[in-house]
């Protein structure tokens, strides 16, 4: 059970086995390469988005810039629907919903495809970063949990 240092850790680990792996498909430039490490650390931080930490610090301030940014445009449909999601990670136990590797794969597979259908040009940005924020939330529930109890339900 490692703290957030151990978490931004094992998120720098995956992060260059996930470019590696990547780098035989897609030729990354250096801003490429910056938004996927932000992707991978805060994906290594998200799971404790259910309890008092530094991923739900992160997590809150990113979301309270986005209702901002929707405010501003005046979306007050998005901003209510996302505000009822934000209650979730506090309402929920810790170790529960935001640690089953289904859950994350799945939630961040759903945002991407939404960013997709909002911002069709910018779609492989979004599946990339996916790809990367999965990475990083996968890596801190196997640093939780090992690998052995990772897959079981």
């Known amino acids: 059970m490692p703290g957030y240092k151990g978490h931004l850790t094992g998120g720098l680990a995956v992060y260059a086995l996930a470019v590696y792996g990547v780098s035989f498909f897609v030729n990354p430039s250096w801003i490429m390469l910056i938004e996927w490490c932000a992707c991978t650390l805060s994906g290594s931080l998200f799971p404790d988005i259910d309890t008092k930490s530094k991923g739900q610090k992160l997590f809150y301030s990113i979301m309270t810039a986005i209702m901002m940014l929707l405010l501003v445009r005046g979306c007050y449909d998005v901003m209510a629907g996302l505000a009822m999601l934000l209650l979730v990670p506090i309402l929920s136990r810790h170790r529960g919903l935001f640690h089953k590797p289904w859950f994350i794969v799945s939630f ?20 990339y970063d996916a790809l990367f924020f999965i990475t990083g939330a996968l890596s801190h529930v196997w640093l939780d949990i090992g690998t052995r109890r990772m897959f079981k339900k």
């Open 108 to 127: 961040v597979c759903a945002v991407a495809y939404g960013a997709s259908l909002c911002v069709p040009l910018y779609a492989h940005m979004f599946y």
